[in-house]
């Protein structure tokens, strides 16, 4: 059969299979990575700006907390006892106790350059300055009037309750070198005698660097880098040594916070208190410090409601920032993606592989389906082809035999007296070969179904059959004298009808060749040859030669004249075309004159099974 | 005496079957239809039998295959026919197709016997033949 024409799998058609696999998996893929990206990218942005919140608020704090203790330092100062007394008695030797409270308290608290006590006509009365690590009480020939600085101004005009806060500067004393470590704010309090009158301030100088290095241990404790800018939106504490420093006085030109970030700083200037917002990508965070109640700032006298801010606490997180923490975010979400994507591509290239493979093969197997059942078709219709022309042959045939013999026959009853003994043993043989074709007839009809059939299966019981025979065989002629020996349980499984004919063959043939015996006997049972169980026919007939025991089988094939024993040849080999259908074999031993045996087994030993007939 | 209806288109069987019932003494009147329609002509006296005297035959002998109508056709009209229905029929061919045999008992034939080759084994079964459904077989008088 010839194998039908299917496509191979090649690249291409797996491509085109793996490819709708693929696609769609993979813009899910991207589709889930990208979603993935953006939500991280997102919440790290929140944190981010979380985080800028939370230091700025912790810077906030710890300076809103640094002004409140200084504010309250002043205030202290302002009602020391001692100062109290002091301006009672006006005596310039009660000046000691002051000083020595002023240079305590300087020395406990450490915070403070200077701590002052102004009189009203602005003359500097006490006087301690801080001088590295030691306070120092200042002569009273040191002391000096400073009626016109600001500061000084500001201060003599507070009421009870109120302090003042200076600017947040760098202004360097006179007489001092301008130096970062000089950053001071600069904080008073009214001083009022036991009467109530007002006697002048006190006014403390806070070393403002120590607010500044709160603000930059911030950054040491990894909560960032945060600066401080003052309400004009100059650098107090910047991202550069140079912004802080004496370049102050220089007003930090061109390079101050509000200078470099304008729009940032127009919306920080606008409000008070904290607020995080985005200004052209950078992120900024800020918080204005507020002045305890009761401030009044350098800049603006206002009521003691309203404190304008001071400073501000802020940072900046450039987009930059963000821009470097993405493309790294991206990076790795896209090797995550690439990663997947290729792992994808090579299940969708085996999956379709497997898919063509497998098609293929359906699709093979459904080619060669069809081809059978063509085959299968073609080969019916060619056995009812068969089946109909036997039929036809039979019949039409065997009429004019009749006719031959028939006429041949009333020819010898009606005539035979006109006809000699030479012309009626012509009519006998004419007679004898129309019978003989008759037979031949019959038998090969015999053998061309036995090919054509279909083989059962079925349980036969070859000991009801071989009795059934010997029944017809006695009943047709009744005076032969034959024992029939049939074993009892000859049992086997095949075509009960095909089997019936094989054994009438085999029964025939030694009804027929046991004529001449007197006492014949006829055996039919199995035996054990080796390892394999095997039928027999045995009789004590005339035997054959089995120096032409090979031609026993073949059709028309005789070792007996037809003078001899009768028949047409063909029986043996319609039973070895029975016996090879069922898979098995069949042979015969014979001794001339003494008898033959049949040998057959079904099933087993025979290659040819497979081969239709 | 009844008339036997013989339905055989081979001349030479016709031949042989007449001379096998003149060996045997059968005396009746044997008809001769050639093919089917012959056959129901007679028994319904129709065509060219038209307007014959006499009922119906004793038995019919019916050959399968025959031209026109064919055997079994001829049997299913047989047995169709009130006039007709009791005759009885002898299918008498040469078929040993085991399918003609089942379809003729099933269309009603009362026996059915193939033709053998041997003009012996003929005789005898036109002798048995003859022997029974002529003589010992009780047919109805219809």
Redesign the interface.
């Given at each position: 059969m010839v194998q039908p024409e299917i496509e191979t799998v090649t690249a291409k058609s797996v491509l085109l299979r793996a490819l709708p696999i693929f696609l769609p998996i993979a813009l899910v893929a991207t589709c889930v990575v990208y979603l993935l990206y953006a939500t991280q990218e997102a919440a790290t942005r929140r944190v981010i700006a979380a985080g800028q919140k939370q230091l700025v608020e912790v810077g906030y704090t710890s300076l809103a907390n640094s002004l409140a203790v200084i504010g309250n330092d002043a205030e202290f100062i302002a009602q020391d006892p001692f100062l109290k007394r002091w301006l009672e008695s006006r005596d310039d030797r009660s000046v000691e106790p002051i000083l020595a409270q002023f240079q305590s308290f300087a020395r406990h608290r450490g915070l403070y350059e200077q701590i002052r006590f102004i009189g009203l006509d602005g003359v500097e009365a006490v006087r301690v300055d801080w001088n590295s690590g030691a306070a120092a009480a200042v002569a009273p020939e040191a002391l000096r009037d400073v009626s016109g600085e600001n500061d000084i101004r500001q201060g003599l005009k507070l009421e009870p309750g109120e302090i003042y806060f200076s600017a947040f500067d760098f202004r360097p004393e006179p007489g001092r070198p301008a130096a970062p470590q000089n950053a001071s704010i600069r904080v008073a309090a009214p001083v009022f005698d036991a009467a109530g009158h007002k006697r002048g301030m006190v006014i403390l100088s806070y070393l403002a660097e120590r607010a500044l290095d709160r603000v930059r241990s911030l950054s040491t404790r990894g909560l960032g880098q945060a600066w401080l800018v003052d309400s004009k939106g100059r650098w107090l504490l910047g991202p550069s040594a140079a912004d802080a420093a004496g370049s102050f006085a220089a007003a930090q030109e061109g390079r101050s916070f509000a200078e470099l970030h304008a729009q940032a700083w127009e919306q920080i200037a606008r409000s008070t208190g904290k607020g995080q917002f985005d200004a052209g990508g950078d992120l900024h965070t800020y918080a204005a410090v507020e002045l305890p109640d009761g401030a009044v700032t350098g800049e603006n006298i206002l009521s003691s409601t309203h404190a304008a801010p001071g400073v501000f606490l802020l940072t900046r997180t450039p987009a930059t920032a963000f821009a470097a923490f993405s493309r790294g975010l991206i990076r790795s979400h896209v090797a995550a993606l690439l990663g997947t994507l290729l792992l994808l591509a090579a299940l969708s290239g085996f999956i379709a592989h497997h898919g063509a493979r497998r098609s293929r093969a359906e699709r093979l197997v459904r080619a060669l389906n069809q081809r059978l059942a063509k085959d299968n078709a073609a080969l019916q219709s060619v056995n009812r082809e068969l089946e109909s022309f036997s039929y036809s042959v039979s019949h039409d045939l065997r009429a004019p035999l009749r006719s031959i013999d028939g006429f041949s026959q009333a020819l010898l009853e009606d005539y035979g007296d006109t006809v000699d003994s030479t012309g009626r043993d012509y009519l006998l043989r004419v007679r004898g070969a129309a019978q003989r074709m008759g037979n031949l007839i019959d038998d090969l009809l015999k053998l061309a179904r036995v090919s054509q059939s279909e083989l059962r299966d079925d349980p036969v019981d070859l000991s009801l059959l071989g009795r059934k025979i010997s029944a017809e065989l006695r009943q047709r002629d009744p005076q032969r004298n034959i024992d029939f020996v049939i074993a009892p349980d000859l049992q086997t499984r095949g075509d009960g009808r095909l089997l019936q004919i094989a054994l009438e063959n085999l029964l025939d043939n030694a009804w027929k060749f046991t004529a001449r015996q007197p006492a014949g006997r006829i055996e039919f049972g199995k035996a054990r040859q080796g390892s394999e169980e095997v039928f027999f026919v045995r009789d004590n007939g005339a035997g054959f030669d089995m120096a032409h025991a090979d031609k026993l089988f073949g059709v028309f094939q005789r070792l007996h004249a037809v003078t001899e024993f009768e028949g047409t040849g063909i029986g043996l080999a319609t039973v070895q075309r029975i016996v090879y259908k069922h898979g098995g074999r069949v042979w015969g031993e014979a001794e001339k004159g003494r008898g033959a045996v049949f040998f057959f087994a079904l099933r087993g030993g025979n290659d040819e099974a497979d081969i239709a007939g | 005496m009844k008339p036997i209806l013989l339905v055989e288109d081979?001349p030479?069987?016709e031949?042989?079957t007449l001379?096998a019932f003149r060996?045997n003494n059968i005396k009746n009147d044997i008809i001769v239809a050639r093919d089917g329609v012959q056959a129901l002509d007679f028994l319904f006296a129709t065509g060219s039998h038209a307007g014959r005297e006499g009922g119906n035959p004793q038995v019919i002998l019916l050959d399968l295959?025959l031209p026109l109508i064919d055997g079994l056709e001829v049997l299913r009209r047989i047995r169709a026919d009130e006039r007709t229905r009791l005759i009885p029929v002898v299918i008498l061919t040469?078929?040993?197709?085991e399918r003609d045999l089942v379809e003729s008992y099933s269309l009603g034939c009362n026996s059915y016997v193939r033709?053998?080759?041997?003009?012996?084994e003929?005789m005898e079964a036109a002798r048995q033949l003859g022997m029974y459904w002529l003589l010992l077989n009780e047919a109805s008088e219809r």
């Open positions: - | 081979n030479d069987d031949v042989l001379r060996k295959k040469s078929s040993r197709e033709k053998p080759v041997n003009f012996d003929f």
